[in-house]
C-alpha cells in the first residue's frame, strides 16, 4: 500500500482542527450545555457545532501556524437575550461582573447567568458556583488561591431557569491581575 501525500492545504486543515479542538477542550462541559439547543435544532453534536464555528470565524493563521482569536469563540449559541451594559472588575481573590438588570422582568428575571474565566495556556477554567439570575445584577466567580496571579479570557453565559434555552456567549476581554 503506497503512503498518501498530504497537500499543503490538507495539512493547514490539520493543524487548523487541532489548534481548535484543544482550544474548546477544556470548555467542553459548558459548550455541551449551551449548544445542547441548537444541535437538537440541527441533529449534531454541541461540540461539533463549536468546533465548526471556531474552524470557520476564529482561526486565524499566521506565519508560524493558526491561532485561535478568543474574542471570536462561542461557548452557547441561541435565541435568549443576554444582558445589558457589563461592567468587569477584578479583585485579589474574585472576579466581578455587575450589570443593567432595570429590565430583568423583561427578558426573564430568572434567567441564570454563568461566568467563565478561561485561562488558556494552562488549558483550565473556572465558572461561579453559586446560581447568580439576571434580577440580582451581578456573577461573582471565585479565584482558588494557587490562580490568582493568572490572567483570563472571560465569557458570559445566559440561560432559563431550566438550562434548556441559551443566550450567544459574550467574550468581555482578557483580565489581568
Not at 21 to 45: C, M, N, V
Not at 72 to 81: A, C, I, K, N
Amino acid at each position: 500500500m503506497a503512503n498518501k501525500t498530504i497537500s499543503p492545504a490538507q495539512q493547514r486543515v490539520r493543524a487548523a482542527f487541532k489548534v481548535g479542538q484543544a482550544f474548546l477542550a477544556p470548555l467542553h462541559g459548558l459548550i455541551k450545555k449551551g449548544f445542547a439547543e441548537t444541535a437538537r435544532r440541527k441533529r449534531s453534536l454541541p461540540a461539533g457545532l463549536a468546533l465548526g464555528y471556531t474552524l470557520q470565524v476564529a482561526i486565524k493563521h499566521e506565519a508560524k501556524g493558526p491561532v485561535v482569536d478568543p474574542s471570536l469563540v462561542r461557548l452557547s449559541d441561541g435565541s435568549l437575550p443576554g444582558v445589558r451594559m457589563p461592567e468587569l472588575r477584578r479583585y485579589a481573590d474574585r472576579i466581578e461582573l455587575t450589570h443593567d438588570s432595570d429590565n430583568a422582568a423583561l427578558f426573564g428575571e430568572d434567567d441564570r447567568l454563568t461566568l467563565c474565566a478561561y485561562q488558556v495556556e494552562k488549558g483550565y477554567a473556572f465558572v461561579n458556583e453559586q446560581i447568580w439570575k439576571r434580577r440580582e445584577g451581578k456573577v461573582i466567580v471565585l479565584i482558588p488561591e494557587g490562580f490568582r496571579d493568572d490572567g483570563f479570557h472571560l465569557y458570559l453565559l445566559v440561560s432559563n431557569r431550566n438550562g434548556l434555552k441559551y443566550s450567544r456567549s459574550n467574550y468581555l476581554g482578557y483580565s489581568t491581575k
